[in-house]
């Protein structure tokens, strides 16, 4: 049995769906359910055996300290406060989460462990999901981040991640913990809440709304669709070193802009306008603060020490995850709550 934190999250909740597809193995799923932790994502998996759902917070102890009695190999933390812009204007939730509650989870773990026999001990894994952003930003000329890229973060977002591998890289170094840590490029794909850059367009698109785009639109990132980031997270579960850490990216480099019109080239395809094209809806905002240029990922490590490539191109992933939105409007409607919309209006309105 394994433990998976922020399971009910976008990335985490593909995990435990792609999981239970291949495999057996129980998983107990622990998420605090914030705004963007949606349990409707994971209704196929009601009345199945081999899930099993607790809405709880990371930082709390007396909760993890039981959970742990039922003795997972495996504890795979997701649960993050993950969106830049939130952290900009809200930056304590970060700190708190991200920070604080990644500390308390690994003292949790920390005493469960060694209370297992020896057996055990060498068995289990804490596997901490992590971000690129924690390496700062690119200029166009510079080599990808790899796994020893110093760290450099730049919003409070990447700041509180970049603390809590720091704590994780800590509890290993000082205490043994056997520990793995992944660092992946910006994810895409099914169930992802509609304030990400992809969501948002598609949402905004069939909805007749303006297309915002920070700035001029040329930050660019590294784009891996969500199904192949989970394959890696089992691929480093299954096989990777303890203490290290491995980079996970789509091999996708992008810029927003080139992004969004992709999207919108779909669109015209798939569900065209009455009249012009979705491309004419594009909006130029004003662009965030400390807004990182570019994002790279080098995962050369994970390949050739573990045999991990991404198994879909952005062309591909792009269009399998166009076809799910519009085929999913019912899921849409269900996360576009009144509070999600003004979250929207307040911080992608035209010139804010």
Known sequence: MIIVTG???????????????????????????????NPATLASLQGDARYHFVQGDIGDSALFDRLLMQNPRAVINFAAE????????????????????????????????????????????FLHVSTDEVYGTLTDTDPAFSETTPYAPNS????????????????????????????????????????????????????????PIYGDGLNVRDWLYVTDHCSAIRRVLEAGKVGETYNIGGCNEKTNLDVVHTLCAMLDELKPRANGRYADQITFVKDRPGHDRRYAIDARKIEAKLGWTPAETFETGIRKTVAWYLAHQDWLDNVTSGSYRHWIDTHYAKGN
């Open 7 to 37: 399971g009910c999250g976008f990335i985490g909740a593909n995990f435990i769906l792609d999981w239970l597809r291949q495999s057996d193995e129980p998983i107990i799923n622990v998420d605090k359910l914030t705004y963007a932790g």
């Open 82 to 125: 993950s969106h830049v812009d939130r952290s900009i204007h809200g930056p304590a939730d970060f700190i708190e989460t991200n920070v604080s509650g990644t500390f308390r989870l690994l003292e949790s773990v920390r005493a469960h462990w060694q209370g297992l026999d020896d057996a055990a001990k060498s068995a289990f894994r």
């Open 156 to 211: 409070p977002y990447s700041a509180s991640k970049a603390a809590s591998d720091h704590l994780v890289r800590a509890w290993h170094h000082t205490y043994g913990l056997p520990v793995l840590t992944t660092n992946c490029s910006n994810n895409y794909g099914p169930y992802q809440f509609p304030e990400k850059l992809i969501p948002l367009i598609l949402l905004n698109a069939v909805a007749g709304k303006p297309l």
